[in-house]
């Protein structure tokens, strides 16, 4: 069930894992934007559970953590490069040392060749297979000099693909459009699909990769209406993006959907996470989830879902029919 990421060639598992949370604790323009406290001990005996599992490809950002993630992952890496292929995202300006990113952004060739050379270092690498504007929207000429860069990185061996994290179609159509493109990454689950954006994919052979696969967690189905999530926590710290969590109560449309599908999401023996992920496969065959993780357990859960593969048409059609009430 290997999927090829994009126009590149690579052969990458279908499920890949993202590193969000194993960056620890930082701030994002001054508010909470980990997931609470890690082990890092166990962060890498999860990325090992998972290599040991068959996924082979793991997404994360100089932004997690002020560039804890990439450190962390690649120390899980050491010694297995040759074996998985790394994506990490560059643009927002950060501070390692005070674990704080800013919302300042900066896209200029000599900014993302110093960023891409901090990324390889914590990387322990000579090379990135993906590597993806960060910044959801940038204007034409910021845009046009994040290509130019881009490009020359490619062409030095630095990189071997790019592409763009975003949620804007024109954007993504414009990077859809670049001889080194292979992927846009967008939030795509059973509660909000993301029809142009894998269709874009589809149709310019490029990787649809997946974050929020499981809804910040919602999917996960540990949550209820009474549940409260800490400050320190991103879902619960008040940033206005947070789509599935207000205040750090999940939002109760959302619960509702869930409940509504539950029963076809957790149909042929799989756990709920295992179902929202055979969703994102059922969709299309250009999607690559990267849900993220911090424990072993997690991990093994998440390389589970690859062996029941993607739900049915006939379960697909269901789902929608039972979501269409809540649009």
């Known amino acids: 069930m290997k999927r090829t990421l994009g126009k590149s060639g690579l052969a990458i598992s279908p499920l890949g894992l993202g590193c969000w949370a194993i960056g620890g604790p930082f701030t994002l323009g001054g508010i909470e934007d980990g997931w609470g406290a890690v082990d890092d001990n166990e962060s890498i005996a999860a990325i090992h559970a998972a290599l040991e599992a068959g996924v082979n490809f793991f997404d994360t950002a100089d932004a997690y953590g002020a560039g804890h993630s990439e450190i962390i992952l690649g120390q899980a890496l050491k010694g297995r490069r040759s074996e998985v ?79 763009w994290s975003t949620w804007d179609v024109g954007r993504a159509t414009v990077m859809a459009e670049q ?60 940033h206005e993006w947070v789509a599935y969590f207000k205040d750090g109560k999940p939002v109760p449309e959302y619960l509702d959907m869930l409940e509504s599908v539950r029963e076809i999401l957790t149909s042929g023996g799989r756990s709920l996470v295992q179902g929202a992920l055979a969703w994102i496969w059922g969709r299309s065959e250009a999607t690559v989830p990267i849900p993220g993780f911090k424990t072993r357990q997690q991990a093994e859960e998440l390389a589970g879902a690859v062996g029941h593969g993607p739900l049915s048409r006939a379960q697909m059609d269901e789902i929608r029919t039972l979501l269409a009430s809540f649009r």
Not at 122 to 146: C, F, W
Not at 183 to 189: P, S
């Open 179 to 238: 001889q080194g493109a292979v992927a846009i990454q967008h939030a795509l689950n059973v509660l909000q699909d993301a029809p142009d954006l894998v269709g874009l994919c589809e149709s310019k052979g490029l990787a649809s990769i997946n974050n929020s696969p499981l809804a910040m967690g919602l999917l996960s189905g540990k949550f209820h209406g009474g549940s409260r999530l800490a400050p320190t926590d991103v879902r619960g710290s008040g």
């Open 85 to 163: 292929v790394i994506a990490t995202k560059f643009g927002y300006t950060n501070n390692p040392a005070a674990r704080e990113v800013y919302l300042r952004h900066d896209v200029t060739p000599e900014y993302i060749r110093k960023a891409c050379e901090h990324s390889l270092r914590r990387l322990g690498t000579d090379y990135i297979d993906l590597y993806q504007i960060h910044v959801g929207m940038l204007n034409e000429k910021e845009t046009d000099s994040a290509l130019l860069a881009l490009n020359r990185l490619r062409e030095e061996g630095l990189i071997r693909s790019y592409g």
